[in-house]
């Protein structure tokens, strides 16, 4: 089992919709969540982060976490064709080495006109 | 100006050729990290260094070395480059106890 898993998509999604990206992960004790945008050949900008239960909203962009599901989710309202981009989820751990932060596969957001 | 930078963008090279990547950046961050990305596997972690003097493995670093020449620089090196290591190199830096990474652009590198 991967520790940080995504659907790799690609998520199609008509402009203006929702788009709903999850994202599950294998240790229980991860503290912190993060959300990456990746556009094609651009490396990762963070475009959310959280580390509480419940919801953390930013803009357009709404982070969701359950620990007891071990579960994050992010939804695109209104969703822009500049919204089509790669979304990399990424989950942070502290070991006794130090922090980990795992990231996921991503997955791919296609919104169309 | 960008805060990370990675030189160079893009490598083609033949196997066994030594390659080294460099990563600088500008933030006053004391850890830096080196990532590979390949399609659909996401962002995998080769070495990080939390000071000048600590150097540690991350998932994938056989085949990899590294080296912190001084707080702002990170470079990491391919001993002899083989066809599998084609892949898009990712250099990131953070603050202690801060949660953000920020990326370098990237540099693309393929192996023949």
């Known amino acids: 089992q991967k520790e940080v898993e995504q659907n790799s998509g690609p998520l199609s999604v008509p402009e203006g919709a929702i788009a709903s990206l999850n994202c599950t992960y294998s240790?229980?004790?991860?503290?912190?969540f993060f959300w990456y945008r990746q556009y094609s050949g651009k490396s990762p900008e963070l475009i959310m982060s959280?580390?509480?239960?419940g919801d953390k909203e930013d803009g357009r962009f709404t982070a969701q976490l359950n620990k007891a599901s071990q579960y994050v989710s992010l939804l695109i309202r209104d969703s822009q064709p500049s919204d089509s981009a790669t979304y990399l989820c990424?989950?942070?751990?502290?070991?006794?080495?130090?922090?980990?932060?795992?990231f996921g596969g991503g997955t791919r957001v296609l919104v169309k006109p | 100006d960008a805060d990370v930078t990675q030189t160079p963008r893009n490598r083609i090279t033949k196997t066994g050729k030594r390659i080294m990547l460099e990563c600088s950046q500008t933030?006053?961050?004391?850890?830096m990290y080196w990532y590979r990305q390949d399609p659909g596997l996401g962002l995998r972690l080769i070495y990080y260094?939390?000071?000048?003097?600590?150097?540690n493995k991350g998932e994938i670093s056989d085949g990899y070395s590294v080296s912190r020449q001084a707080q702002a620089k990170f470079s990491l090196s391919l001993e002899s480059a083989i066809p599998n290591q084609t892949a898009l190199y990712f250099c990131?830096?953070?603050?202690?106890?801060?949660?953000?990474?920020?990326f370098g652009p990237g540099t693309r590198l393929t192996v023949l």
């Open positions: 990131a830096s953070r603050a202690s106890g801060a949660d953000t990474q920020y």
């Open positions: 240790d229980r004790v991860s503290q912190s």
């Open positions: 959280i580390y509480s239960n």
């Open positions: 990424a989950v942070n751990t502290i070991k006794a080495a130090g922090n980990k932060l795992t």
């Open positions: 933030k006053g961050h004391d850890r």
């Open positions: 260094s939390f000071d000048v003097k600590d150097i």
